[in-house]
């Protein structure tokens, strides 16, 4: 319980700093960022003239400058080194072409070509059908009123279109695209696209986000269930090692009980997240309770790494103090909090760990092999490496006869833990292939049965090995059953089927 108290306070920690950030990110800009340009480096006139800046000849007032620390980079924020921008749309409105003249956005390339052959040329760029603010429309030169720029926002543009057509977007004279009463986004581009065989059309293309639709299908339920299942069954071994009188003074039982309860935590977490839509989380919960299921589950397996080593240090005939399992003990908590905290707040590319379009780990890239599965390898790498250190151990001296029964004790101890550290390890293994796996099939999820059937199976091992293994237990529940026998005489559940 101390354990569980200590952690909760250093991510209390975690919660506060991950929402200062956020208070921080909403800062209030004078435009949209896709309006502004970078002017560092600007002759500023000084105060007697309002401290205006100078660009490329043209003067832009104070109040339409502004530092960012950020860049927004295919619809998506990027943090970049402080700069001045200006809102340079806002002196003379800005017209966007995706492509130079004579070519065309191919939707399905993402990419500019040259018109075939066969077709007609598209249109010149230098005028279009553009609204005044009397409401007439006329075919003017687009540079005695606006600012012309080539550039495509995004990678991936697309267009819009109502019953497999094309809409009629109107400019007009502020700049503003408009089709009825529906303004159209500022991060576009124009290109001619297709009509028919034969006529072009001026259309705005609009960033296409490439998000995650949430899916809560038959594999996410089942997994749900699965690590229901492995709750219970870490619940039921955690109850047992609490009651247990042999385990309740040894730090092998403190050990497993922190264990459980991790395992117990990030479980249910994971859970939570499998069967809640992003959309509906805030971006705070979104941040921070992946942060939360990381830290058990990667403490889960240090705790394991710290049994490991605790075993090699007992068959070594150290005894191990209270201050030495603290002391240990402590700083593996502490290296945890301070990796989840650490996850929360990085960027994978140009994108938050946590907190894009999931609220987990994005399985379109490898960010859970780095920040997940790769603590998780080298937890189990020094559990086997003490493990192999153990071995050797025991098989350099064979029985000392004066503390037989503790080496049995311990030994059984060593047993019934790598059986369990193995199904463990092998669980996990099936969840990287699983991953690995998933994508490369392109699917976007972590998920497929292997992995849900692997989870439940954990559950099962903890029962199978940590219980049914473990002498100390067995003798302990040996003895509830023959107390019951006693004093009842009623047939109780035999619970040393396992
Ligand atoms: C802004 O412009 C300056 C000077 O040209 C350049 O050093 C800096 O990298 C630019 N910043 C961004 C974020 O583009
Ligand atoms: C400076 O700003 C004041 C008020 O905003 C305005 O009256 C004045 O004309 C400005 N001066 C220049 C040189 O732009
Ligand atoms: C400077 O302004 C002119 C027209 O006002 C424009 O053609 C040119 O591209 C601008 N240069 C830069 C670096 O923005
Ligand atoms: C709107 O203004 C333009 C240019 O100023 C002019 O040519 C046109 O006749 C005007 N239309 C109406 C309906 O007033
Ligand atoms: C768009 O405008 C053109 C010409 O003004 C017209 O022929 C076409 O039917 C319009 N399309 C729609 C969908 O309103
Ligand atoms: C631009 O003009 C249109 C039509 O006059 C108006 O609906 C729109 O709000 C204006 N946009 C801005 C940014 O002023
Ligand atoms: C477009 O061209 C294809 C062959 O290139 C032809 O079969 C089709 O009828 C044409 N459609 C129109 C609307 O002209």
Same mark, same amino acid.
């Given at each position: #319980?101390?354990?569980?108290? =200590?952690?909760?306070?250093?991510?209390?920690?975690?919660?506060?700093?991950?929402?200062?950030?956020?208070?921080?990110?909403?800062?209030?800009?004078?435009?949209?960022?896709?309006?502004?340009?970078?002017?560092?480096?600007?002759?500023?006139?000084?105060?007697?003239?309002?401290?205006?800046?100078?660009?490329?000849?043209?003067?832009?007032?104070?109040?339409?400058?502004?530092?960012?620390?950020?860049?927004?980079?295919?619809?998506?924020?990027?943090?970049?080194?402080?700069?001045?921008?200006?809102?340079?749309?806002?002196?003379?409105?800005?017209?966007?072409?995706?492509?130079?003249?004579?070519?065309?956005?191919?939707?399905?390339?993402?990419?500019?070509? =040259?018109?075939?052959?066969?077709?007609?040329?598209?249109?010149?760029?230098?005028? #279009?059908?553009?609204?005044?603010?009397?409401?007439?429309?006329?075919?003017?030169?687009?540079?005695?009123?606006?600012?012309?720029?080539?550039?495509?926002?995004?990678?991936? #543009?697309?267009?819009?279109?109502?019953?497999?057509?094309?809409?009629?977007?109107?400019?007009?004279?502020?700049?503003?695209?408009?089709?009825?009463?529906?303004?159209?986004?500022?991060?576009?581009?124009?290109?001619?696209?297709?009509?028919?065989?034969?006529?072009?059309?001026?259309?705005?293309?609009?960033?296409?986000?490439?998000?995650?639709?949430?899916?809560?299908?038959?594999?996410?339920?089942?997994?749900?269930?699965?690590?229901?299942?492995?709750?219970?069954?870490?619940?039921?071994?955690?109850?047992?090692?609490?009651?247990?009188?042999?385990?309740?003074?040894?730090?092998?039982?403190?050990?497993?009980?922190?264990?459980?309860?991790?395992?117990?935590?990030?479980?249910?977490?994971?859970?939570?997240?499998?069967?809640?839509?992003?959309?509906?989380?805030?971006?705070?919960? /979104?941040?921070?309770?992946?942060?939360?299921?990381?830290?058990?589950?990667?403490?889960?397996?240090?705790?394991?790494?710290?049994?490991?080593?605790?075993?090699?240090?007992?068959?070594?005939?150290?005894?191990?103090?209270?201050?030495?399992?603290?002391?240990?003990?402590?700083?593996?908590?502490?290296?945890?909090?301070?990796?989840?905290?650490?996850?929360?707040?990085?960027?994978?590319?140009?994108?938050?760990?946590?907190?894009?379009?999931?609220?987990?780990?994005?399985?379109?890239?490898?960010?859970?092999?780095?920040?997940?599965?790769?603590?998780?390898?080298?937890?189990?790498?020094?559990?086997?490496?003490?493990?192999?250190?153990?071995?050797?151990?025991?098989?350099?001296?064979?029985?000392?006869?004066?503390?037989?029964?503790?080496?049995?004790?311990?030994?059984?101890?060593?047993?019934?833990?790598?059986?369990?550290?193995?199904?463990?390890?092998?669980?996990?293994?099936?969840?990287?292939?699983?991953?690995?796996?998933?994508?490369?099939?392109?699917?976007?999820?972590?998920?497929?049965?292997?992995?849900?059937?692997?989870?439940?199976?954990?559950?099962?091992?903890?029962?199978?090995?940590?219980?049914?293994?473990?002498?100390?237990?067995?003798?302990?529940?040996?003895?509830?059953?023959?107390?019951?026998?006693?004093?009842? /005489?009623?047939?109780?559940?035999?619970?040393?089927?396992?």
């Amino acid at each position: #319980m101390r354990i569980s108290l =200590a952690t909760a306070q250093f991510v209390t920690i975690g919660c506060l700093l991950a929402m200062t950030q956020g208070i921080h990110e909403e800062a209030r800009h004078p435009c949209a960022f896709i309006d502004t340009v970078n002017i560092t480096g600007s002759y500023n006139m000084g105060s007697s003239l309002n401290n205006s800046y100078v660009h490329n000849w043209t003067v832009i007032p104070r109040e339409l400058v502004t530092a960012y620390d950020f860049i927004i980079e295919n619809g998506i924020r990027v943090p970049a080194k402080r700069h001045l921008r200006a809102c340079i749309c806002k002196l003379r409105p800005c017209v966007r072409f995706c492509c130079p003249a004579g070519q065309f956005y191919d939707l399905e390339e993402r990419s500019c070509l =040259a018109a075939q052959e066969q077709l007609p040329p598209p249109p010149g760029q230098s005028h #279009m059908a553009v609204q005044l603010h009397n409401g007439t429309q006329l075919d003017i030169e687009l540079r005695s009123l606006f600012s012309v720029y080539e550039e495509t926002p995004c990678d991936h #543009m697309k267009a819009y279109t109502k019953d497999n057509t094309y809409l009629n977007w109107t400019l007009h004279e502020n700049g503003s695209i408009i089709h009825r009463d529906y303004l159209f986004s500022k991060h576009y581009c124009f290109s001619p696209l297709l009509i028919g065989n034969s006529s072009w059309s001026w259309q705005p293309l609009a960033c296409a986000p490439e998000k995650l639709r949430f899916v809560l299908g038959v594999r996410e339920w089942t997994y749900a269930v699965c690590l229901l299942i492995c709750i219970i069954s870490m619940f039921i071994v955690l109850i047992v090692h609490l009651l247990c009188s042999d385990m309740r003074n040894s730090f092998y039982g403190v050990a497993i009980k922190s264990y459980t309860t991790c395992v117990i935590f990030g479980y249910a977490l994971l859970a939570h997240l499998t069967l809640h839509d992003p959309a509906n989380l805030s971006t705070a919960a /979104c941040r921070i309770i992946p942060s939360f299921a990381l830290l058990f589950l990667v403490l889960s397996f240090y705790i394991l790494s710290f049994i490991a080593f605790k075993l090699y240090v007992s068959f070594n005939g150290v005894v191990f103090t209270k201050p030495m399992f603290w002391l240990i003990f402590g700083p593996i908590v502490l290296i945890a909090v301070a990796w989840s905290v650490y996850v929360g707040f990085s960027y994978h590319g140009s994108r938050l760990v946590f907190g894009g379009d999931t609220c987990w780990f994005d399985p379109r890239n490898w960010s859970i092999m780095i920040y997940f599965f790769a603590p998780v390898f080298v937890a189990c790498a020094i559990s086997c490496f003490f493990y192999v250190l153990t071995l050797i151990r025991i098989s350099d001296d064979p029985d000392i006869d004066a503390e037989k029964s503790f080496e049995s004790l311990e030994k059984n101890r060593l047993k019934s833990f790598w059986k369990f550290f193995t199904y463990t390890a092998l669980t996990w293994f099936v969840c990287v292939c699983s991953f690995a796996f998933n994508h490369y099939r392109e699917e976007r999820s972590h998920l497929n049965y292997a992995v849900c059937l692997c989870t439940a199976l954990h559950g099962f091992a903890a029962l199978y090995a940590l219980i049914g293994k473990n002498q100390q237990i067995q003798n302990f529940l040996r003895r509830i059953e023959e107390n019951n026998d006693e004093d009842t /005489c009623e047939n109780s559940v035999p619970m040393s089927i396992y």
